[in-house]
């Protein structure tokens, strides 16, 4: 069986971690071995990068150029150490964003030069490229609103990324909508303030026809 590579993206919030449960669920069940990777991070050396990215106390001065090598440390990481291995093992791997949100975050949220992101992802991932990309969009109010209801949590943990201001996720938003827009043959765009029922729907039907071969 052939293996395949499919990637969930969007601003946070859109419910990816649901939605890919749900997809693994629904594979596993129609008889393939499903492989859910996220990132940055899916590799104990990606984790550590994830933490130095994200929540480290030690972080507060990492300019735009180090994210964008760190995203892609931890991905060079991961499609070496999981996702290739997967692929050719015939499995179907998940994961929750890969260089889309690059593109996204690094190139149109922090304004770096987008013909070098694009070479630096391009050292990192290879050949090694989604089958299909799922979009969740949901309007930047509800990405908002469930950004700081995690916020208010019983202990919350700092996110540097997530502490940026309304004006970086609405580049980040126009970002993702660009690309979806120039690659509509992989970017599947799913509105994702429906019910979990309707997008786990939406996305089943953009995911079978890749099923057969
Ligand atoms: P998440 O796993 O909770 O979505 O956190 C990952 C964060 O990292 C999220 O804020 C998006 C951001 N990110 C980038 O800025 N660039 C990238 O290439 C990736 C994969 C994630």
Redesign the pocket.
Request: net charge negative; aromatic share 10%.
């Given at each position: 069986m052939k293996g395949l590579f499919i990637t969930f993206e969007g601003t946070?919030g859109g419910g990816?971690t649901t939605q890919i449960a749900l997809l693994s669920d629904r594979l596993k069940a129609s008889g393939r071995t499903v492989r859910v990777l996220?990132?940055?991070?899916g590799t104990p050396i990606g984790e550590e990068i994830?933490h130095t990215?994200?929540h480290s106390a030690n972080n507060e001065a990492m300019t735009p150029e180090t994210?964008?090598l760190l995203?892609?440390a931890?991905?060079a990481q991961l499609v070496r150490e999981i996702i290739r291995p997967a692929l050719e093992r015939g499995e179907v791997v998940l994961c929750?964003?890969?260089?889309?949100?690059?593109i996204?975050?690094?190139g149109f949220?922090r304004g770096l030069e987008m013909t070098q992101v694009r070479s630096i992802i391009d050292f990192a991932v290879g050949n090694t490229r989604p089958d299909l990309t799922l979009l969740l969009h949901v309007p930047l109010s509800v990405s908002e609103a469930r950004r700081h209801s995690r916020d208010a949590g019983a202990a919350p943990v700092r996110?540097r990324?997530?502490s940026a201001g309304r004006e970086f996720f609405e580049r980040?938003e126009r970002g993702f909508q660009a690309l979806a827009r120039a690659e509509p043959r992989r970017v599947v765009e799913i509105e994702a303030a429906a019910s979990r029922e309707e997008v786990g729907a939406a996305i089943w039907k953009a995911v079978q026809p890749l099923l057969s071969s």
């Open positions: 946070e990816k996220r990132e940055p991070g994830r990215l994200k994210e964008l995203m892609n931890s991905r929750d964003r890969f260089y889309d949100s690059t996204a975050y690094q949220g996110d990324i997530e980040v």
